[in-house]
């Protein structure tokens, strides 16, 4: 069986398509909204480069799920305005992920599988994901801790024998989650991508003190800019916002930011592991998880007091993907 995976973000959209494990095909279409016009011209671009094989399933990267769902589903008009009604918590990419959607329901007459990043945590219980502020914030707008980067978490998480583990996604986006018996006991973003571990360019985890003292001499959202976008390695080292540019760099504020990133991810697995009453495995995944030694020694070599087995283990999450869209439609 043919299975394409899309991820359709608001300026590219890339695609591979997978025969049971095997990539077939894959690219990336980019500057969407500027080259090729909108997100349906990209589909039939894609269309047109995978004309030689059959596509006999479509699975959809969706950013944010909400509360709606706990795992992949056929997509029809119901989730469709369900993964709509979720773009108020997402509305960068849950439009995007929509607008591909649309256009491969028309070119692709196949089943659409949705994978949500947010599913794998909604395993999560309430003590966890709920922020203490009034109640209402969370009945009347849905105001939690959702958690992303879920198929990576969970696919790496499934490579591994252990129960009781911490999973450290490590990449310009960085998030860890503490999984108990394949449940989310907690994980480090929140209700948006920009809580938790320092990042390239995200702050990660401040005092919300912060954005009123800053308020009072910059906008909103210049604020919501500086957080999202200059912030983590790069604001910290002004430099870069990659680590191969920082490891090694002899620049205090280079330096310092790279402490930080690896302070940062040191604390988060000591609670994740007192969480968890012990751990018996940690995973490194992700761009530097993956690639870079000396990062994660500088995070193990701090660790010795836990007695955990330590993994490198590469994500995959287009292939997770394909197999969750071939488990949906066949199960
Ligand atoms: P994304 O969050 O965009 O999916 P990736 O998981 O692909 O990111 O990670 C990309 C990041 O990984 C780069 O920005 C870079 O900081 C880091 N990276 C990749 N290779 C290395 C390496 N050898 N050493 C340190 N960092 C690396």
Redesign the pocket.
């Known amino acids: 069986m043919n299975i394409l995976v899309i991820n359709s973000g608001s300026s590219s959209l890339k695609f591979k398509l997978f025969k049971d494990d095997k990539v077939l095909v894959k690219g990336i279409i980019e500057r969407i909204g500027k080259t090729v016009p909108n997100h349906e011209k990209a589909i039939e671009k894609v269309g047109s480069l995978l004309k030689k094989h059959s596509v006999d399933a479509v699975g959809h990267r969706v950013v944010h799920g909400g509360e709606d769902f706990t795992k992949s589903v056929i997509i029809d008009n119901t989730v469709i305005k369900a993964i709509k009604k979720n773009s108020k918590l997402a509305p960068l990419h849950n439009p995007a992920n929509l607008a591909g959607i649309k256009a491969c329901k028309k070119l692709f007459k196949c089943p659409q599988v949705a994978v949500f990043d947010t599913a794998f945590h909604q395993t999560m219980e309430k003590k966890a994901f709920l922020y203490p502020i009034p109640y209402k914030y969370y009945q009347d707008n849905k105001i939690r801790k959702y958690g992303f980067h879920g198929t990576s978490h969970e696919y790496v998480y499934n490579q591994v024998k252990e129960k009781k583990v911490i999973t450290c996604?490590?990449?310009?986006?960085?998030s860890i989650c503490a999984i108990d018996n394949g449940k989310v006991i907690d994980t480090s973003m929140g209700l948006t991508p920009l809580e938790g571990l320092m990042?390239?360019t995200r702050s990660g985890d401040l005092d919300p003190g912060v954005i009123f003292q800053l308020s009072k001499k910059m906008s909103l959202n210049k604020i919501e800019k500086m957080l999202n976008n200059e912030s983590g390695?790069l604001g910290i080292s002004g430099i870069s916002?990659?680590?191969?540019?920082l490891?090694h760099n002899k620049n205090e504020r280079a330096k310092l930011a790279v402490e930080m990133f690896h302070h940062r991810v040191i604390k988060y697995i000591g609670a994740y592991a007192a969480l968890l009453k012990g751990v018996e495995a940690i995973i490194f995944t992700?761009?530097?998880?993956?690639?870079?030694e000396?990062?994660r020694k500088e995070i193990i070599k701090n660790l010795s007091y836990l007695k955990t087995k330590f993994y490198v283990i590469p994500?995959d999450e287009e292939k997770f993907i394909a197999q969750k869209t071939y488990l949906t439609i066949t199960t």
């Open positions: 996604h490590l990449g310009n986006g960085a990042m390239g390695l916002s990659d680590m191969r540019d490891k992700g761009g530097i998880g993956e690639n870079s000396y990062n994500t």
